[in-house]
């Protein structure tokens, strides 16, 4: 059976290559368009420079009448002359004034009589709860040592109470609270070194007021020797509201 196409007019055999060749040739003009360059042109306006000459001032040589330097000094030559010893030196000899293992030191022993103690009066603060001997309060005399120092500090609270007196102006006020007074009984036995924290001005006067009408005690000792003894007492003002 014959075919009724002539095969070399059929369209579609070559078709593949017709398609290969097609995109070479857009991947070609897509990658020249991809790296086509354009550069921008600036019109440049080109102008003539002018050089103008410079005038260089030919500065005149002046000779000026320079002295000659000075002549160098004379040489001096010298000249060494020995001469005998006529007079002798004596030499000094100093000696060292060192001493040495091989000098022998006097002996000399010193008796207790021969030291002279100086005797000053050393200026002591004892705490009283640490005296050996509190101070006595006046009625307390005669008794052993706890029971001079029970009485002094009921005989404290006694004259606190005693010599209380509320100020007017506190008590206008309203103003109450503690007061710690700390004052120190000499080796004499007078108050002294007397003060005071409170909440105010007006009853740490009271308060001061009251311990500096102490009378006179007996003073505190330690070791045998009177010494300034430390105490601190509490003051309340509370007043009732009626």
């Known amino acids: ?9 059929e369209i579609g055999r070559n078709s593949g290559i017709y398609f290969a060749i097609g995109l070479n040739l857009m991947l070609l003009l897509s990658w020249r368009a991809l790296e086509y360059k354009t550069f921008e042109y600036e ?7 002018q050089v103008e000459s410079e005038f260089e001032e030919e ?8 002295p000659p330097p000075p002549p160098p000094p004379p040489v001096v030559s010298e000249t060494i002359e020995i001469v005998d010893d006529v007079e002798e030196v004596e030499e000094t000899i100093i000696e060292s004034t060192e001493i040495s293992q091989d000098d022998a030191i006097e002996e000399r022993i010193v008796s207790v009589n021969d030291v002279n103690v100086a005797e000053f009066d050393e200026d002591v603060q004892v705490a009283f709860a640490v005296i050996e001997d509190v101070p006595v309060f006046p009625g307390c005399e005669g008794l052993s040592k706890q029971a001079t120092k029970d009485c002094f500090q009921k005989k404290m609270q006694q004259h606190v109470a005693n010599n209380f007196n509320y100020p007017q102006t506190a008590l206008d006020l309203g103003i109450q609270g503690r007061v710690s007074v700390l004052f120190v009984i000499d080796q004499k036995g007078h108050i002294t070194g007397i003060r005071s924290r409170g909440p105010d001005k007006i009853l740490q006067d009271e308060a001061e007021r009251i311990i500096g009408s102490l009378p006179k005690m007996k003073p505190g000792k330690q070791r045998g020797k009177a010494v300034k003894v430390a105490y601190a007492v509490p003051i309340f003002f509370k007043f009732q509201e009626g």
């Open 43 to 49: 019109d440049v306006v080109i102008d003539l420079v």
């Open 59 to 66: 500065i005149p040589i002046v000779s000026m009448n320079t």
């Open 1 to 9: 059976m014959e075919a009724k196409k002539n095969p070399k007019m």
